[in-house]
């Protein structure tokens, strides 16, 4: 048994205005309440009007999560200066939305229709939650948009705005629905604006129909006939089902679905999902949740693809927000090592985290990092090679040299990573040295021109086993030609490797 503050609105005044006739709210919540119950007593009014006969609905005050007032309204006749409405309303603290998390409907039972006797004086008693009912109208895409349901037959539309609710798959998504009329014939008024705060909308036949198109509002307007709906069928966006596939495995009570993350990618809608979820955990659960994620959605498929791809970037995301605190590398080193979650994962982590952070790793990470996409990354642009530390650019080296063909944006890397190292430590240059050396085993590049510079002239110089003839064809040749389309500072520092190559050496 709960006790429920109540209210009524309808005519004042002899019918000269609309507002609350009487209300049982505590002083605080009334005063917060009132400008928009007001608000509500003025389209009640225009209602009226129109000289329909009922309406149930529930009115949010202040949004999403906020108080909320269940309606029963009534058309009573005309009076003397215009129609009369009441409307009896059941006031739902904020506690008290999100204890009922989506099922007020089932309130409805115990709230009476205006009949002339004064409501809203006194608190009003209700024994608990209806029963589910058994003519529950299977999901037709409520649970990711809103939607306007026009009754083709004379069925009552409570009883389909109930059947409605009750038929949300999964149970969850109810509590996405705080806003819901069984009239379409409400008009905004003041700070009420129905199309904001009604997630469904029944239209009985007797309603007149008017174009449900309203800027900025995706909203379906679907038949029902016979407790089924008819046309047209939807189809659930792949966005939906990924960001479902996130939800399932989360303890989050509310999934946070919102009709606009449609347009999202799927990816997309699934990393924002992953984070949305992940906010309030510690380090170790948000990434025990990205693991259940990824493990209970099957490889394969675009949800599955997508789900795998979301949680790289939630890991890259996760990782940046982490580093101000010094803890964002753990997010990347488990992305690329933890095996269970694939290389799709590792590769998104790859694409999407920013070189400086990945080249920091660890060498188990780092090496992961080369298998999925890092080399190739880094080939696109050439500039990030100054990011990379030695022991990263020496592996990536060695790699990029055992492929088999060394052309194009590869080769100009294999050049890039060589000058890297050609002036670091010892160790460094002993590898570069042996890079130089592979190239020159290599057939010629255009590119080869990038390595006249003066720490790689000493080492030919220096080292033997590199072909000083090939070298100078290739990287010398064309400075002194003049055959290369170096900048100024290139074409001086390739004549000064000229002049060094030319010294016997030491």
């Known amino acids: 048994m709960s006790d429920y503050p109540t209210l009524s609105i309808g005519p004042r005044d002899r019918g000269r205005s609309y507002g609350v006739l009487h209300h049982s709210l505590e002083a605080d919540d009334f005063a917060r309440a009132r400008p928009r119950l007001e608000d509500f007593a003025l389209a009640l009014a225009a209602w009226a009007d129109l000289g329909l006969s009922r309406f149930v609905a529930l009115t949010p005050l202040e949004g999403p999560g906020g108080p909320a007032v269940l309606w029963r309204a009534r058309f009573i006749g005309a009076g003397e200066l215009g129609s009369i409405a009441v409307a009896n309303g059941l006031f739902l603290s904020e506690a008290e939305v999100a204890r009922l998390g989506g099922q007020a409907h089932r309130l409805l039972g115990g709230l009476p229709e205006p009949d002339g006797s004064p409501f809203g004086v006194t608190r009003l008693s209700i024994g608990g939650l209806s029963a589910r009912g058994p003519e529950a109208l299977p999901a037709f895409g409520l649970e990711w948009r809103d939607q306007v349901l026009d009754l083709t037959d004379d069925a009552d539309p409570e009883t389909v705005v109930v059947a409605a609710l009750d038929g949300i798959s999964p149970r969850v998504q109810q509590a996405r629905i705080d806003g819901w009329a069984t009239t379409g014939a409400l008009r905004g008024s003041g700070a009420f604006d129905p199309e904001a705060a009604f997630r469904l909308i029944v239209r009985p036949r007797s309603e007149p129909r008017e174009p449900w198109r309203v800027e900025g509002v995706d909203r379906a307007v679907v038949e029902v006939s016979g407790g089924r709906v008819v046309a047209p069928p939807q189809t659930e966006p792949a966005s939906w089902r990924a960001w479902q596939a996130v939800a399932a495995v989360s303890p989050a009570i509310d999934t946070g679905w919102k009709p606009a993350y449609q347009a999202l990618s799927p990816d997309r809608a699934a990393a924002l999902a992953i984070l949305q979820f992940a906010a309030p955990m510690a380090a170790p659960d948000r990434l ?139 160790l460094s240059r002993r590898y570069a040295a042996a890079g130089v050396a592979a190239l020159m085993e290599r057939p010629a590049d255009a590119v080869d021109v990038g390595l006249a510079r003066v720490e790689i002239a000493g080492l030919v110089r220096d080292h033997p086993r590199i072909d000083r003839a090939a070298y100078a064809e290739r990287a010398l040749r064309p400075v002194l030609k003049q055959k290369t389309t170096l900048t100024r500072p290139a074409f001086i520092e390739g004549l000064r490797a000229v002049a060094l190559i030319l010294e016997p050496a030491v």
């Open 288 to 426: 025990a949740l990205i693991s259940r994620v990824v493990s209970g959605v099957p490889a394969g498929g675009e949800v599955g693809e997508a789900v795998r791809r979301a949680a790289g970037q939630a890991l890259v995301r996760l990782a940046a927000a982490a580093d101000a605190l010094g803890t964002g590398d753990a997010y990347l080193e488990a992305g690329l090592t933890d095996l269970t979650l694939g290389d799709a994962v590792a590769r998104e982590v790859v694409e999407a985290a920013p070189i400086e952070a990945l080249a920091r790793l660890g060498s188990a990470a780092t090496a992961r990092a080369l298998e999925v996409g890092l080399i190739d990354r880094v080939a696109a642009d050439p500039a990030t090679v100054s990011a990379l530390g030695p022991d990263l650019a020496m592996a990536m080296l060695g790699k990029v040299l055992g492929r088999p063909r060394l052309e194009g944006e590869t080769r100009a890397l294999a050049v890039s990573l060589i000058r890297r190292l050609s002036g670091g430590e010892p």
